[in-house]
């Protein structure tokens, strides 16, 4: 039996180099595939592969003051739901501010799926930003969230500026590194009460499934594209070309564009492979 496990942990690294050699041969002795970024603030991973051997790396990864505790999110999938293992160094473990420096382990205030859950009944007109790309929320969001419309994950600097700073926000993601790490980035440009959703969508979709504030579907970066909760979640993402509901998607097959965007079975059947930026049959 295989399964997929998601994770992160914002803590300090003094060698992010020797950190990547030693998770590389870790994953390669246990059959790993997935990906793994690694920077001074800390890790970030998806790995798939057999539920002995991802147990087996989570015990090794437990053994180490460092990355002690990391809460793992699992999910339905397999090794070959990823092309390869990627394990790379870089500045920040997602991109949002490389050319500024902010405290990132100061984070806004961590919210369990409980009480956001809470939070948002007690609060419906509460702001709730979604810090994930414009084609992750086409498919799936929680219910009234802002969702800019970004292509990465910097740009959502942007979308900040016109938010009132005096003010609570929520801020969520898939697996909660982004929203973690961009309320840190918030408070350092002066937002007062900035929470964000703990152990992000699939946390929040494991407690409540479709019958909470969450609506569709929620993406995912492998083979698999897309993770429903339950046997009614919807399809919110609407077809570029007939309008119908759903929550598939491909690739632009222009290739000056390739941008991902929303198109039902039928339309991709019918060849209907370009965006609506470039609205022709292939």
């Known amino acids: 039996m295989q399964k997929i496990i998601l994770y992160y942990k914002f803590v300090l690294l003094s060698d992010p ?5 030693w998770q590389r041969e870790l994953c390669t002795r246990l059959h790993l595939q997935g ?14 592969g057999d539920v002995a051997d991802i147990k087996s790396y989570a015990h090794e990864m437990n053994l180490t003051s460092e990355f002690k505790g990391i809460e793992y999110k699992w999910s339905t999938g397999a090794r070959e ?28 205030t ?10 948002i009944d007690d609060h419906p007109d509460v702001s709730i930003l979604d810090a994930r790309n414009d084609y992750e929320s086409e498919i799936g969001a929680f219910k009234g969230a802002i969702k800019p419309k970004i292509k990465t994950f910097k740009d959502i600097k942007k ?18 590194i982004r929203c973690e790490y961009l309320s840190a980035y918030m408070k350092h440009k002066g937002f007062q009460h900035v ?9 929040y979709g494991e407690a409540y499934g479709d ?7 929620c993406y995912v970066f492998d083979k698999r594209m897309k993770l429903a909760f339950s046997d009614h979640s919807k399809d919110v993402g609407s077809c570029v ?26 339309c991709q059947a019918s060849k209907y492979t370009v965006c609506g930026n470039h609205a022709t049959v292939q």
């Open 81 to 108: 739901d990823f092309p390869k293992l990627s394990i790379k160094v870089r500045r920040e473990l997602v991109t949002l501010a490389p050319e500024e420096d902010f405290n990132v382990f100061d984070k806004g």
């Open 17 to 21: 180099q020797m950190v990547m050699r």
């Open 211 to 217: 019958d909470g504030h969450w609506e569709g579907k």
């Open 241 to 266: 070309h007939c309008g119908a509901c759903t929550s598939e998607q491909t690739n632009c097959a222009d290739q000056r564009c390739n941008r991902q965007f929303v198109v039902c079975e039928d």
């Open 195 to 203: 929470y964000h959703l703990d152990g992000g969508i699939v946390k």
């Open 110 to 119: 961590p919210l369990r799926p409980e009480a956001w859950h809470t939070f």
């Open 35 to 48: 990906r793994i970024i690694i920077s001074e603030h800390g890790i970030n991973g998806t790995l798939g």
């Open 159 to 176: 979308t900040l500026q016109s938010l009132p700073k005096d003010e609570p926000i929520l801020t969520y993601c898939t697996g909660d």
